[in-house]
């Protein structure tokens, strides 16, 4: 099984800040890799596939990048409404498998 | 616009069955893979498996295999999913999600989500 491995498993910014989000594929993936946000008592909500694609409706301060083994997520003017856990899954192989998650707080 | 309904929360007791159902519409059910991921409380996500509505093949994850079973009825657009022999390990909300990529179980990534299924083994 291909590990996925997020880092930080938490972070808090203020609002406005820049939040970057590191995933790390334990073989190569290529760039099938997605992100998702997901906030309490809700489903994930897919924002970036193919690692850097944004996914209709997601706001463009949103941004994904990276390939092969190590990827990024990153939200610029972090905003309130960003506070959430934030969880990357590998596309290539069965089973799929996801990162571990990353908590973002606002300060 | 896309739905995915799931069925209510249930509480079973271990060694019982349980029967998720997952609704879908607003776009064609036979095109789109439909995926199921489990999570516990506090925890991260665990993909359980895949179907196919247009075929019914399946595609189990190994730790559910023999557990699990996935079907679909495809003419009200529904997919269940199965789950034997429930333990307190079992406990957890279960999704249903579509892929993103129509007519491919390549590369899956999950696009749009039913609202979870709390199901609690509790003797």
């Known amino acids: 099984d291909i590990q996925m491995t997020q880092s930080p498993s938490s972070v808090s910014e203020s609002v406005g800040d820049r939040v970057t989000i590191t995933c790390r594929a334990s073989q190569d993936i290529m760039a099938w890799l997605a992100w998702y946000q997901q906030k309490p008592g809700k489903a994930p909500k897919l924002l970036i596939y193919s690692a850097s694609l944004l996914q209709d409706g997601v706001p463009p301060r949103f941004s994904g990048s990276g390939i092969g083994t190590e990827f990024t997520l990153t939200i610029n003017n972090l905003q309130p409404e960003d506070s959430a856990i934030y969880y990357c899954q590998q596309a290539i192989n069965f089973p799929l498998t996801f990162g571990g998650g990353t908590k973002v707080e606002i300060k | 616009q896309v739905q995915l309904v799931q069925s209510g929360a249930e509480v079973k007791k271990p060694g019982a069955s349980v029967k998720v159902s997952c609704k879908a519409s607003g776009y064609t059910f036979s095109g789109f893979h439909i995926h199921w991921v489990r999570q516990a409380a506090g925890q991260g996500l665990e993909w359980m498996g895949w179907?196919?509505?247009?075929?019914?093949?399946?595609n189990y994850a190994q730790n559910f295999l023999g557990r699990v079973t996935m079907t679909r009825d495809s003419s009200n657009s529904l997919v269940y999913m199965e789950m034997i022999r429930l333990t307190k390990d079992d406990t957890a909300v279960y999704y249903c999600?579509?892929?993103?990529?129509?007519?491919?179980?390549?590369?899956?990534?999950?696009?749009?989500w039913g609202q979870g299924t709390l199901v609690s083994v509790s003797s």
């Open positions: 999600a579509k892929v993103r990529y129509y007519n491919s179980g390549r590369f899956p990534q999950l696009d749009y």
């Open positions: 179907i196919n509505p247009d075929t019914g093949d399946t």
